[in-house]
């Protein structure tokens, strides 16, 4: 961790799912060296209640919960001048480009998607923590922005992968082609 001087951190933690919130607890846990105290809350309307009572230094976020869906509750902090500072992290099963595209878009400041591996979730979530002061300092809000990229930090995204396979052929053919002038002017 940064020497910020922190002495602990206060999360709120949105998730429905029992299973997964206590793996995403305990990584929490494992992926730093101070107290984290976890607030949680099973869907989109508590984890606004609770945003209303605590002042976190996070909000984990996923986005299929009953009731309000966590993109609404995304647009709720981020439309709202007071907690729009708080950073936002959507973690979710989803890799679909467009829910990437769109908590984007309403002004989350981090997105992951579950891994099976705990070991994998536990180091995305100790560099999410360890990048948590510069995220408080970027007030994004809730401007219904339309994407025009899908962010490379989301490793299961079917876009980014298809557009590292064009430009490792493309690579491949210019250098062919330099290959073949090289040759034909030694040659």
Request: net charge negative; hydrophobic share 45%.
């Amino acid at each position: 961790m940064k020497k910020s001087g922190r002495k602990s951190w206060s999360v709120i933690l949105a998730e429905d799912n029992d299973d997964h919130a206590l793996l995403i607890q305990m990584a929490l846990e494992r992926a730093t060296r101070i107290p984290v105290e976890v607030h949680r809350a099973r869907n989109g309307d508590e984890a606004l209640d609770l945003l209303a009572e605590l002042r976190p230094d996070l909000m984990l976020l996923d986005l299929k919960m009953p009731g309000r869906s966590g993109h609404e509750v995304l647009e709720a902090v981020k439309g709202d001048d007071e907690w729009r500072k708080i950073p936002v992290a959507v973690l979710t099963s989803s890799d679909r480009d467009d829910d990437v595209a769109r908590s984007y878009g309403l002004g989350g400041n981090h997105f992951i998607t579950k891994p099976e591996d705990p070991s994998h979730l536990e180091n995305r979530l100790r560099s999410l923590l360890k990048n948590v002061e510069e995220l408080s300092s970027i007030r994004r809000g809730s401007g219904r922005l339309d994407p025009t990229a899908v962010s490379a930090m989301n490793p299961g995204s079917m876009a980014v992968r298809k557009l590292g396979i064009w430009v490792g052929v493309i690579l491949a053919l210019a250098s062919l082609v330099v290959f073949a002038w090289i040759v034909g002017v030694v040659g």
